[in-house]
C-alpha cells in the first residue's frame, strides 16, 4: 500500500512537472509571436496595391496644370529690388512700412512677382508687385 502511494505521488510529479513545462513553453510562444508581429512594418492599403506586381502601374507623371502649380520662391535682397518696386515703397501708398524680408516667385507659366513682407510697427503685411512695381495680388 505504501509502494503504491509513492507511486501515485511520483505519477502525480511527473504529470505537473509536464503541464508546468508546456503552460511555459505556450507563454514563451505567445510571447515570440507577440513580438514577430509588432516587429514588421506596416503597409498602407497604398503601399500593398503597388507592392502586387500583378496590379503594379507605371508612375503617373504630372499634368500641365499640377506643374503649372508649382511655385519657386528665392529670396531677395531689399536693396536688390528692381527699380520700380523701389519706386513704389517710397511712395505716399506704403508710408510708414519697411521691407522686412523680399522673394522672387516663379509659378509656371505666369509672369513671375516679387512677393514683399512689409512691417509698420507692430502692423504686418504681404504685398505682391511685378518689377514695375504695380500690384499684383
Do not use: C, H
Amino acid at each position: 500500500m505504501i509502494a503504491q502511494e509513492s507511486n501515485n505521488k511520483m505519477l502525480k510529479t511527473k504529470i505537473m512537472k509536464k503541464l508546468i513545462i508546456s503552460a511555459v513553453a505556450l507563454t514563451l510562444i505567445s510571447f515570440a509571436s507577440v513580438q514577430a508581429q509588432t516587429a514588421q512594418p506596416e503597409t498602407t492599403q497604398k503601399e500593398a496595391v503597388t507592392q502586387d506586381p500583378t496590379t503594379q502601374e507605371p508612375p503617373v507623371k504630372p499634368s500641365k496644370e499640377e506643374k503649372a502649380g508649382k511655385e519657386e520662391k528665392v529670396a531677395v535682397k531689399p536693396e536688390d529690388l528692381p527699380e520700380g518696386i523701389k519706386k513704389t515703397i517710397k511712395g505716399e501708398e506704403f508710408s510708414g512700412w519697411t521691407v522686412n524680408k523680399a522673394f522672387l516667385v516663379k509659378e509656371g507659366d505666369k509672369p513671375e512677382y516679387y512677393e514683399l513682407q512689409v512691417g509698420n510697427g507692430k502692423e504686418n503685411a504681404r504685398v505682391k508687385l511685378d518689377k514695375n512695381g504695380k500690384n499684383v495680388g
